[in-house]
Every structure is written in structure tokens, then in C-alpha cells.
């Protein structure tokens, strides 16, 4: 088990299609996974809009996390606003290339993101 604070340095939104939330819509965003003060990985990703219903934006998000001794592959869907997620382990490379878990992500978006990575091999 891995658990970091994530520190998102890059972060965009696109607006595709109309003006406002639609399908197609993208958060795409970069960052740091620190531990003890010291950055031990870098990943990112995107959310892109799958389904409105009212205010309630549901995205399917793909992330890649490179962590010491390789990588891991992340995706689950998640509805905008919410404080957690969790994220199924899909894949890895180096030491982590057969992994599958779960990867639990709190505070979302704001200064005290964080990351639990329950990594089974």
C-alpha cells in the first residue's frame, strides 16, 4: 500500500461542443505524489463528460501514475464535485506490471488531495 499527497501543477478545462457543460468536456491536469516532503512519483490525466443529467456532470477518467519501480494505469467514473473516488488499478509496467487494486483519492481538487494506491500484484 501506497499513500501520498497529490500536488496538481498543470490543470486545464475544455469546453467542447456548446458553451458549458457537454459531452465531450475535458479536465486534463498534471501533478506530484509526495511523501515525507519528497516527490516519489508524477502522473496525470483527464476526466471527459459522459453523461448530464441536470447540474450532476459524470466523467470517465483515465489517469497514469509513475511511481519508483514503474507505473500504474487508473480508470473509473466519477461525478464532478465529489470529495472522494475510487479508481480501479488496471495495469502497470516495471515491478507493477501485472497490478490490479484500488486507488482511493480524497479531497479531490484541492490543496489536501491524497492518494491511498491498495496495489495487489
Known amino acids: 500500500m501506497i499513500e501520498v499527497a497529490v500536488r496538481n501543477d498543470q490543470y486545464t478545462a475544455v469546453d467542447l461542443g456548446p458553451a458549458g457543460p457537454s459531452l465531450g468536456d475535458m479536465d486534463v491536469y498534471s501533478g506530484t505524489a509526495v511523501k515525507d516532503g519528497r516527490s516519489i512519483g508524477r502522473g496525470g490525466g483527464q476526466c471527459q463528460v459522459i453523461h448530464l443529467d441536470g447540474e450532476k456532470t459524470t466523467s470517465q477518467c483515465l489517469i497514469t501514475m509513475e511511481v519508483?519501480?514503474?507505473?500504474?494505469?487508473?480508470?473509473?467514473?466519477?461525478?464532478?464535485?465529489?470529495?472522494?473516488?475510487?479508481?480501479?488499478?488496471?495495469?502497470?509496467?516495471?515491478?507493477?506490471?501485472n497490478a490490479r487494486g484500488i486507488a482511493r483519492f480524497w479531497d479531490i481538487a484541492t490543496p489536501d488531495e491524497r492518494v491511498r494506491l491498495e496495489i495487489l500484484r
Open 68 to 97: 519508483e519501480q514503474g507505473s500504474l494505469t487508473l480508470q473509473s467514473l466519477w461525478t464532478k464535485g465529489t470529495a472522494s473516488l475510487d479508481m480501479a488499478i488496471t495495469g502497470g509496467t516495471g515491478v507493477y506490471r
